[in-house]
């Protein structure tokens, strides 16, 4: 009895067996696999003093690779907004031959090895590839320079939004629609006024992944992105060549700085969600 | 109204049929730049130079090598993950404590770092100039560069992919017949074995496949605490790389259509357990 | 085979749940524990089962502690208001399951088990039933599947918590009849949490009515029908009128109406029954609001001192004569005045 008394402070009794074994293993666990390793990457870079984490933040090569890979993870994410969204809606709303097919394939950024997609874009978007090569002669250059960092970030951010977006689309009373079109809107009005509201809140969730998914991406991008230090240059790759030079400390710094902008604009993402989600309730 | 509606979308497909062709056509040409090009640029690559050659660069020992490396990896980070997100779900669904919340942030955490920092903060404890290197160094042990250090990393990258399926099931079916096995004098055993486990089999599955097909295509966190050593610590996603750094297109074509043909394995699977998946959701919706 | 409650208090972050309960379930007896949501039956019932522990108090069992054993060790067969079955076994499994994971050295032999199942599914009518799902049954099969799993580990207790809360009203009627024939023949101690009072005195010997975690009464419904302990009681039992009322003097005092009453003095309520009213020259002042005849009976409705009453009568009942509009005396061959909860100020009349 005292001792269920005593319990009580933090946590509400069960008769359900396991509740000691199972938070045992599951804190022993997220702390041998998350919580110490990342308190490491927040404790490395003070090491050799705070002036050297301003400076490995502030020097040009760093501010190039977080400005290209947080720049290109937005661009494609709102790429994303626009096409995945267009590829939600072509498939929830019509039916065309191969359909099922198409649907299947939205995930395979999902599974498949970011290192294989890095060389087939490259391959594909290179000067000699069979898309690359008809953009060649209209001056477009999309392997090797930043926008080949969009295309992959494209690829992998993909999936996010489209199956973010699917099931409200697919729970959306058609109805509704059908009584915006009885009373005379437009199409364009429909879509702007009846379907995009309802379906922000999932899309914005989906956008918010996609982006993180963008800034940390790795494999993916290192073929295509020619990986030119001030030009072409993702954060992540930065990391791995200071690493390579055995600078740990400039490496934690820089993957400390990806996690709080990350999180810092993520947090900003979520505020805009609710303000959005309090809005339409 | 009814009838109305009916009429109205009966008549809709005719109106904008043109504007409906537009988009579709759109999104499937968009779907065949961004994924479908580069999944058959893999296969015609791999085949540049005939099949022969691509089954011969298949067939060398350090292909071999890498791809016992990486199903050995799996074959450790899976199940563990497996184990570790049964143990989170049931205490985060089945009891409630203080702290919860930021229990279930931090087993989500991994999916939002980039994976070269879930590599990097390894290589800050186990590197040469890591936290533990002293200690390491005095017992004579060796942890980067090594297939332990892999382990590490992959389990850390597909920590959450478990977890993540279960939780929301087990919220929504609630305890409730954990708690009448109880009352009919089930052992702990037996209500896990018999209750538990049989009502989350699919997601469970679903859980394992997800982290299996990104345990098995993990790069960037695995290329950083790698080293690259041929035979040795090299998996298949980093022989890609090393193969397309040598210039060797057929080699490094075919081992990725290797690795893209295990993810199509894992897309007709996932989609074959969404299915169930959704059953068990759906049937719990009809009671 | 008694059960006993003692001083039990369970208090949620600080709010209480039940007070003070103390409770005697007799052996063999059909409980119920009656009572509007928030008044703690369900919190009651889970104590009794172990799902839940109290903060002060104890439960005894023949005498035997039974906060001490896990619920797994009590032998009590459950009910959940969601029937809680198995999704993925047949019928058959379900009910078996119980018998099936006892340890090896108690458990029955197979074909046991199997005669067992079968004895329960001819009991509750679901003969041939055995090889379905729970998602392949009506709403009420589904209950008697239920029943069925808790019945087979021969409790010692039987608990059903709101066990007709999600059926629709006519199968809710035909379950009610067949659980009481069920406790009959099975004779198992039983306590069945409601907030439907017709449910508690159709089925049980006895009620417990209970009130923001207090017990407000326990008797046979007859008793808390005829002698209710409080106004709050009066009231949950079914149609009624609870005016405010002063009593001094030997003497109970309702706007302009008196009447004797050896009630202590003080304010209380003065509570009277539809049926305890008749037309008459004296009693309170009262107007009819609508008159509605239906067959060879008829309702009237009366505002009573600002209060809406129905009234069913046979029709030639001097009420349903009169006109809506037309002013009624009536008087209460029978009323109680009461305190508004708890312990009584003793009844009148």
Sequence with gaps: MTRQAGRRAWRTPSPLPGFSLSLGFTVAYLSL????????????????????????????????ALRLSFIAAAVAAAVNA??????AWVLTRYDFPGKRLADAVIDLPFALPTAVAGIALTALYAQNGPIGGLLAPLGVKIAYTPVGVVVAMIF?????????????????????????????????????RVILPAVLPALLSGVGLAFARGVGEYGSVIFIAGNMPLRSEIAPLLIVTQLEQFDYAGAATIGMAMLILSFLILLGFNGLQGLIARRGA | MTAETLRLSAARPRNLSLGRGLLIGLALLWLTLIVLAPLSVILVEALRKGLGAAVASLSQPDVWAAARLTLLTTAIATPLNAVF???????????????????MALIDLPLSVSPVISGLVWVLLFGASGWFAPWLNAAGLQIMFTPVAIVLATILVTLPYV????????????????????????????????????????????GVLLANARAMGEFGAVSVVSGHIRGLTNT???????????????????????????????????SFLEHRHADDLAARGRR | MTLDIQSITRAYDGLPALDNVSLTVRDGEFLALLGPSGSGKTTLLRIMAGLDRPSAGQVRFNGEDFLALSPRERRVGMVFQSYALFRHMTVADNIAFGLKVRPRGSRPARAEIAERVHDLLRLIQLEGYDARYPSQLSGGQRQRVALARALAIEPRLLLLDEPFGALDARVRRDLRRWLRQVHEQTGVTTVLVTHDQEEALELADRVVILRQGKVEQVDTPQALYDRP????????????????????????????????????????????????LEASDTGLFGVVISSLRRGDRARVAVSLHGRRLELDRAVGDPLTILAPGEPVRLHPRRFHVLAERGDTLTKSA
């Design chain 1, 156 to 192: 992998v951010g993909l999936p996010f939004v489209v199956r973010s977006i699917q099931p409200v689309l697919q729970d959306l009373d058609q109805e509704v629609e059908a009584a915006a079109e009885t009373l005379g809107a437009s199409p364009f009005q429909r879509a702007t």
């Design chain 1, 33 to 64: 696999f998350v919580l110490i390793p990342l308190t490491a990457l927040a404790i490395r870079p003070w090491e050799n003093g705070f002036d050297n984490v301003i400076a490995a933040v502030a020097s040009p090569r760093a501010q190039a």
């Design chain 1, 82 to 87: 626009i096409m995945g969204g267009l590829l």
């Design chain 2, 236 to 270: 298949l996603p980093l022989h890609v790389e090393i193969l397309y750094n040598e210039y060797d297109f057929v080699g490094a074509f075919a081992t990725a259509a290797l690795l893209a043909v295990l993810a199509l394995l894992t897309l007709v699977l996932k």
């Design chain 3, 229 to 276: 302990a409080s106004a709050f009681v009066h009231d949950f039992l079914g149609e009624g009128l609870q005016l405010q009322a002063t009593v001094a003097r030997g003497e109970v005092m309702s706007s302009d109406w008196r009447a004797p009453s050896d009630a202590p003095t003080g304010d209380a309520f003065l509570c009277i029954r539809p049926e305890d």
């Design chain 2, 85 to 103: 997100g049964l143990a989170a779900a049931w205490c985060v669904t089945r009891f409630d404590f203080i702290g919860k919340t930021l229990l």
């Design chain 2, 163 to 206: 977890a993540r399926e279960l939780i929301p099931l087990m919220q929504q079916q609630g305890s409730d017949e954990e708690l009448a096995a109880l009352t009919l004098g089930a052992r702990p055993s037996a209500i896990f074995l018999f209750i538990t486990l049989p009502n989350v089999r699919w997601a469970l599955l679903y």
